[in-house]
């Protein structure tokens, strides 16, 4: 496959960050950074590894003699310590549907679920890594990388779509570090206790996250006409119309339906939900999502 | 097995009442739903609940119901195997005798007689009846007709087909006698008579068909009518035609054309038979010059060996001239010195009188002297250089030549004249004695009649007796002759008149002087048991050819009597000067209707259409049918998609058209947009490619090396295209261009006008006519009607020469040819020349292949030439783009000094 062939790793991540380059750098609102040793920018008002100064404090002895702030302890009598503020990275991880249901698109000119959930991760995870912030694919087995360097690496992750005919579209119970952030890319058509069900997983941990639903034109407004045998693509059954049209109200019902327990299984663990659909253009998810993570400067650390 | 309906018949008719089965078809489609359409669609689960909701009795719509119970019927009804035209089949069960007249006269409608043969045997075929193929001319080995093997109809075919009508008459005795032992129950016989009656055989011949069983005669159409033509009669101006034809109760009009040998026909005219008449004549007037070219004579649209008479010499008239001493009394009735020989002469030639000037100055083979003893030295040159030549000279003797004799003499005469009986003469009149064996008379009889009684005497010699043709009984020579060179020439020792015999009263002159004019030209008539080799004869259809190898030669004596046979088919015999004509039409006399027999089905031969079996085309047509609805089927289950499906038939379409789509014309807006270079396309792809490889490479080093901008160049077509978007034209002439049609002249005029430039390139300079012979005269044709300005050689101060670089000179792939360009005292067009010609091949020497190298040599070569080659193209682009632009920088320093001022 050449380099400038669309499915390549390479050239997802650039068209991810040629989506992302619109945007600034992403600094994740993180009142709790996840549990790890990692250095980051979120400063964590505490003593440890970091750039900035945080206070001087009285050599104890045990202290290494090197630690002693000389020009500060030749002010006064005492020796003083500098200590730095412990500056911590938020650790983001991402996750978007790989399974058969989002390799779906009812027009030949719209992109694919699955292509769409990947352009808004790979572009997620380029605003993070330019803000500074670890990230990771959820469910890759990958740890969180940081600098910009490694979109190119969560690009290739995220091109490792495993089986193409995975049929479950709800995220995996992972080990995840207390505090973390997540972001579930996928449509979420599956049953609403399951989806309460993997949240809840996650929400326990305790991690917070944000839904995105991703679906088709076609999903949202069920356009066809006539007599129609609907396949599932994850051996869900068929359903033999006599006449779509006539059905439409009530299918759109359901959709609304289903997005309201989704809403509301998101409200309950104190996560966001946004539906977006294949044929508005990325940059609002996008927008949406960065919104979603960014530090909210009326009101911090906004639920939902 | 086989039952008629109508005109159509079906092989298998039981089959028809599967029909009755479509309704029961037409109610199982109707209670099975069609198919719904497949959809894969990821939110199913929310629809899982909605499905019973709704369910619309789904049928299958109606038209897709007609169509599906068409296709059946139609398979139902091609599989009962149903044959259009189905002919009415003779009677019986048994094998069917195939009898095909195959003689000359089958030969006019021989394609009506295969077909109703070829339909006879696909009936015998679809009713698996054996057949047996008579055939009653003698076949072309000469063997008298026999009765093929009884063989199933489809083996029979082949034997069928190679069937040719024979020219020669058939046989029906011996066919008669070929049927002798025959017999086989349940027989049908079908006899495809031609029509004529042929012998006494014929009724014995009918009666033993029609013995054999049912018996079907298929005859020519009541209309049709045959034609033979019989052997054409010499006339002084004209040559007739005599046709013989079978009586019609219509008036019909006959065409025969006049041929020459090698086919070209030079008159035509035409016979009208009243009805019921059997003969008729058409006369072809024509300059003995034109005339004795002829070869046959034929009837138009006939195709039989009948229908073609073959002339020889006997048709042939010669031109003669007569010159007789006694001018003035020469046509006196009786007595005049011409006056007998006119009358032998010319029923069988072409008289002419005259000087001897005036006669040698056309084509003439005999001339006659009577009596001159006038000629001038310079006639006795001519008239010698042209007996040498073919010519023959016949003098007749009289009291003047007596008196003087000349040169032109096959012998030395004694001074006066010798008396035979008379008043004072004890001798009587001499009689003639037979001719020598030698003698050109040889073979005619000598009538006891003639009487000389005065001749002029030949000195003795010694090969007298050599020269001697004709002799009176006592010896004396009477005829002398001489073949001088091709010609001859030879003196009767008497009189043309009755003055000194009464030789010309009696029929003898006639044929001594036929015998004589035969002479002419190398005609020397075989005669006696010579053997004629047979030369070309005529096939069944009236066509001259090779003859085959079982014809033989004929005897001089016995061609007249010579029936056409397979040992001799009408056509030319003998050798290449004394050729004979054996032609059918010799030897019938009057053309007989045949008696149609007793009892038979009489059916006309050619009405009926041929029979066709429908069968394939039912099936096909159900085939495309199904076809159809399957794809129907598939649209209608989401399948096939009419967007796509469309698509891809517009693509298989214009699969089918792409050598239109390549010639179509070049998008105007894609011309308009950008700069760019064009060149003419020849057609012919390696030129085509080579132009565009240099206008690419030219292209390339003008962006490079300059500020010009150019964009891919074009090919273009003159009068197709429009040329105004382009300021440089490259045309490489090439030997095979054609000339430019009207609208192509106007395009490129138009485009000369307007301050195009077209560099015409004739590729050859350097190399003479070597590398592209004919572009020179290709050139011209090419510009013919384009309005060239006069032409010079390039000055060397011309703006060509420092447009942007200085150059000297113009190579391309060759060097050291004269470019012109319009001559400098022009300023239409603001001095720039609309033409630039040449010969270096340019494009070659610009040309840059995909890899970016220059894939043709420069001769004599070396990198200079090739940089030199592009800065002319960088000139010539600049000079298309600018004009005398350039030209003006001449006065640059005179500017710059008057500045300095």
Same mark, same amino acid.
């Given at each position: 496959m050449s380099e400038g062939a669309p499915g390549h790793p390479a050239a997802a991540a650039r068209r991810a960050e040629q989506l992302a380059a619109r945007l600034p750098p992403l600094l994740v609102a993180a009142e709790r950074v996840a549990a790890t040793v990692a250095q980051g920018v979120h400063g964590r008002r505490r003593v440890g590894q970091g750039d900035s100064f945080w206070q001087f404090r009285q050599f104890l002895a045990g202290d290494p003699v090197q630690r002693i702030d000389w020009r500060q302890s030749a002010k006064g009598d005492r020796t003083f310590v500098r200590e730095t503020e412990w500056?911590?990275?938020?650790?983001?991880?991402?996750?978007?549907?790989?399974?058969?249901?989002?390799?779906?698109?009812?027009?030949?000119? !719209?992109?694919?679920?699955?292509?769409?959930?990947?352009? &808004?991760?790979?572009? &997620?995870?380029s605003l993070l890594l330019r803000g500074g912030e670890r990230v990771a694919l959820l469910g890759a087995g990958m740890r969180p990388v940081s600098g910009r360097s490694m979109i190119e690496l969560f690009a290739e992750a995220v091109a490792r779509r495993g089986d193409p005919g995975a049929l479950s579209g709800l995220p995996p119970a992972a080990n995840l570090p207390r505090y973390g952030r997540v972001v579930l890319i996928g449509d979420f058509l599956s049953p609403l206790p399951d989806v309460q069900q993997a949240v809840a997983r996650l929400a326990q941990i305790p991690v917070t996250g944000h839904l995105l639903q991703v679906?088709?034109?076609?999903?949202?407004? !069920?356009? =066809?006409?006539?007599?129609?045998? =609907?396949?599932?693509?994850?051996?869900?059954?068929?359903?033999?119309?006599?006449?779509?049209e006539g059905i439409r109200g009530d299918y759109q019902a359901k959709l609304a339906a289903q997005q309201d327990g989704l809403r509301a299984i998101a409200a309950a663990a104190g996560w966001s939900f946004a539906v977006h659909i294949t044929d508005h253009p990325p940059e609002t998810a996008l927008m949406g999502l960065y919104l979603a993570l960014a530090p909210d400067r009326a009101g911090r650390g906004r639920a939902a | 097995m086989i039952e008629a309906l109508g005109t159509i018949g079906? /092989?298998?008719?039981?089959?028809?009442?599967?029909?009755?089965?479509?309704?029961?078809?037409?109610?199982?489609? #109707?209670?099975?739903?069609?198919?719904?359409?497949?959809?894969?669609?990821?939110?199913?689960?929310?629809?899982?609940?909605?499905?019973?909701r709704e369910e619309s009795s789904a049928r299958t719509p109606w038209w897709l119901l007609a169509l599906r119970i068409l296709a059946a019927a139609l398979v139902i009804v091609g599989l009962a195997r149903p044959v259009l035209n189905a002919g009415q089949a003779p009677g019986g069960s048994g094998p069917l005798l195939l009898v095909v007249d195959d003689g000359w006269a089958a030969g006019p409608d021989w394609g009506a007689r295969l077909a109703a043969a070829e339909a006879a045997l696909a009936e015998a075929e679809r009713a698996g009846r054996p057949v047996a193929l008579l055939t009653t001319a003698p076949s072309a080995r000469g063997e008298a007709p026999r009765l093929s093997p009884v063989m199933p109809a489809p083996e029979m075919r082949e034997r069928v087909a190679a069937l040719r009508p024979l020219p020669w008459p058939?046989?029906?005795?011996?066919?008669? +006698?070929?049927?002798?032992?025959?017999?086989a129950s349940g027989a049908a016989v079908l006899w495809l008579a031609d029509g004529l009656a042929h012998g006494e055989a014929d009724a014995a011949f009918a009666a033993r068909l029609a013995s054999l069983g049912p018996l079907t005669v298929a005859v020519p159409p009541a209309g049709a009518q045959h034609h033979?033509?019989?052997?054409?009669?010499? +006339?002084?101006?004209?040559?007739?035609? #005599?046709?013989?034809?079978?009586?019609?109760?219509?008036?019909?009009?006959?065409?025969?054309?006049?041929?020459?040998?090698? *086919?070209?026909?030079?008159?035509? /005219?035409?016979?009208?038979?009243?009805?019921?008449?059997?003969?008729?004549?058409?006369?072809?007037?024509?300059?003995?010059?034109? #005339?004795?070219?002829?070869?046959?004579? /034929?009837?138009?649209?006939a195709t039989s060996a009948g229908a073609v008479a073959l002339l020889d010499e006997r048709w042939r008239r010669r031109p003669v001239g007569l010159i007789a001493g006694a001018a003035e009394t020469a046509d006196q009735p009786l007595l005049g010195a011409l006056y007998y020989l006119d009358r032998a002469l010319a029923p069988f030639t072409e008289l002419r009188r005259g000087a001897v000037r005036d006669l040698l100055a056309r084509e003439i083979a005999v001339i006659v002297l009577a009596d001159v003893d006038t000629l001038t030295p310079v006639e006795i040159d001519a008239l010698t250089r042209w007996v040498g030549e073919g010519g023959v000279l016949v003098r007749f003797a009289g009291p003047r030549l007596a008196a003087r004799p000349d040169p032109l003499l096959p012998v030395r005469l004694r001074g006066g004249d010798r008396q035979l009986g008379g008043a004072l003469s004890w001798q009587q009149p001499a009689r003639l004695a037979p001719f020598p064996q030698d003698s050109p008379f040889a073979g005619l009889d000598v009538p006891n009649d003639v009487r000389v009684t005065r001749q002029v005497l030949a000195e003795p010699a010694l090969d007298l007796v050599r020269r001697t043709w004709a002799t009176?009984?006592?010896?004396?020579?009477?005829?002398?002759? +001489?073949? #001088?060179? %091709?010609?001859?020439?030879?003196?009767?020792?008497?009189?043309?008149?009755?003055?000194?015999?009464?030789?010309?009263?009696?029929?003898?002159?006639?044929?001594?002087l036929q015998r004589l004019v035969q002479l002419s030209a190398g005609v020397g008539a075989a005669t006696g048991d010579a053997v004629l080799a047979p030369f070309e004869t005529l096939d069944g259809f009236g066509r001259l050819g090779a003859p085959s190898a079982f014809t033989t030669g004929i005897a001089a004596s016995a061609i007249e009597r010579t029936v056409p046979s397979p040992r001799h088919p009408p056509g030319f015999y003998g050798p290449d000067a004394a050729r004979r004509a054996l032609n059918l039409g010799?030897?019938?006399?009057?053309?007989?209707?045949?008696?149609?027999?007793? *009892?038979?089905?009489? %059916?006309?031969?050619?009405?009926? /259409?041929?029979?066709?079996?429908?069968?394939?085309?039912?099936?096909?047509?159900?085939?495309?049918?199904?076809?159809?609805?399957?794809?129907?089927?598939?649209?209608? %289950?989401?399948l096939v998609r009419p967007a796509p499906a469309a698509r891809a038939a517009a693509v298989v379409v214009g699969l089918a058209f792409v050598p239109a789509a390549a010639s179509a014309q070049l998008d105007p807006m894609q011309a308009a947009l950008e700069t760019r270079l064009a060149f003419v396309v020849t057609g012919i792809p390696q030129v085509d490619s080579v132009s565009r490889a240099g206008l690419v490479g030219l292209t390339d080093f003008v962006n490079r090396r300059t500020a010009t901008n150019l964009a891919e160049p074009m090919g273009v077509r003159p009068g197709v295209d429009d040329l105004s978007f382009f300021p440089l034209l490259y045309w490489p002439v090439t030997p095979d261009q054609g000339a430019l049609d009207e609208r192509g002249v106007e395009a490129l005029n138009a485009f000369m006008a307007e301050g195009g430039i077209v560099l015409f390139d004739t590729r050859d300079a350097g190399s003479g006519q070597g590398m592209a012979a004919g572009a020179e005269a290709a050139l011209r044709r090419v510009t013919r009607g384009l309005s060239i300005p006069p032409l010079a050689p390039v000055p060397a101060d011309h703006v060509l020469t420092r447009a942007f670089y200085l150059l000297t000179d113009f190579p391309g792939r060759w060097i050291g040819g004269q470019v012109w360009v319009q001559r400098d005292q022009d300023r239409a067009n603001d001095s720039v020349s609309p033409v630039i010609i040449g010969g270096h091949d340019w494009a070659a020497a610009w040309a840059v292949d995909e890899t970016g190298r220059n894939p043709y040599a420069a001769v004599p070569g070396g990198a200079r030439q090739r940089l030199l080659a592009y800065r002319f193209g960088v000139n010539l682009v600049m000079y298309a783009l600018t004009g005398n632009y350039k030209g003006d920088q001449v006065h640059v320093p005179i500017i710059l000094e008057r500045l300095g001022q």
């Open positions: 500056e911590a990275a938020q650790s983001v991880w991402l996750w978007r549907d790989a399974s058969a249901g989002m390799r779906w698109r009812s027009d030949r000119r !719209l992109p694919e679920k699955a292509e769409r959930a990947e352009l &808004l991760t790979l572009a &997620l995870a679906l088709d034109p076609a999903e949202a407004a !069920l356009p =066809f006409r006539g007599r129609i045998r =609907f396949e599932g693509l994850r051996r869900e059954g068929a359903a033999l119309i006599g006449k779509v | 079906f /092989a298998h008719p039981w089959l028809l009442a599967t029909l009755l089965l479509l309704p029961l078809l037409i109610w199982l489609l #109707r209670v099975t739903p069609p198919a719904p359409k497949l959809l894969a669609f990821p939110a199913v689960r929310l629809l899982l609940d909605l499905q019973r058939p046989d029906r005795a011996a066919a008669t +006698e070929a049927l002798a032992p025959w017999s033979v033509l019989l052997a054409p009669r010499s +006339e002084p101006a004209r040559i007739v035609a #005599r046709i013989a034809a079978t009586p019609v109760p219509a008036t019909t009009t006959i065409g025969v054309l006049a041929r020459t040998a090698d *086919g070209r026909t030079l008159a035509r /005219a035409e016979a009208t038979l009243p009805p019921g008449t059997t003969e008729a004549e058409a006369a072809i007037a024509l300059p003995p010059e034109l #005339r004795n070219r002829l070869a046959a004579l /034929a009837i138009e649209n009176l009984t006592d010896g004396t020579p009477l005829v002398t002759g +001489e073949t #001088r060179g %091709r010609g001859a020439i030879a003196l009767f020792h008497v009189t043309a008149n009755t003055e000194w015999s009464n030789l010309p009263l009696s029929g003898l002159f006639v044929a001594m010799a030897t019938i006399e009057r053309l007989t209707p045949l008696a149609l027999p007793e *009892g038979a089905a009489v %059916r006309p031969l050619g009405v009926e /259409a041929a029979a066709r079996d429908l069968r394939p085309w039912l099936l096909g047509a159900a085939l495309a049918l199904l076809t159809l609805d399957l794809l129907l089927a598939l649209w209608l %289950r989401g």
